[in-house]
């Protein structure tokens, strides 16, 4: 079983930057890939960041070149770090690790951008 656990959220004005961390019980290096998605209140929850074992990156339209991924091998963490926020981005930030045939989901972090 892994563990995800998410941290780094809270409350920061339109314009703020944030960086989420999420600290995994597994080798994050292992799996197939490890993401971040987020939840608006009454909307679909959404992939906002994607890394693969190899390292490729990939972003929707509405994060790409302010939100980057990355991941320290050695503390099995995978970190999104969010700049020029809107309030559009407010949500429930998860992480999820794809362990090839199981996925794994973190108990998500508050994130607010006030205007």
């Known amino acids: 079983q892994v563990q995800l656990v998410e941290s780094g959220g809270g409350l920061v004005q339109a314009g703020g930057s944030l960086r989420l961390s999420c600290a995994t019980s597994?080798?994050?290096?292992?799996?197939?890939?490890m993401a971040w998605y987020r939840q608006a209140r009454e909307k679909q929850r959404e992939l906002v960041a994607r890394?693969?074992?190899?390292?490729?990156?990939n972003y929707p339209d509405s994060v790409k070149g302010r939100f980057t991924i990355s991941r320290d091998n050695a503390k099995n963490t995978v970190y999104l770090q969010m700049n020029s926020l809107k309030p559009e981005d407010t949500a429930i930030y998860y992480c999820?690790?794809?362990?090839?045939?199981?996925?794994?989901w973190g108990q998500g972090t508050q994130v607010t951008v006030s205007s």
């Open positions: 999820n690790a794809d362990a090839w045939d199981q996925h794994y």
């Open positions: 890394i693969t074992s190899i390292g490729s990156t």
């Open positions: 597994g080798r994050v290096f292992s799996f197939n890939a």
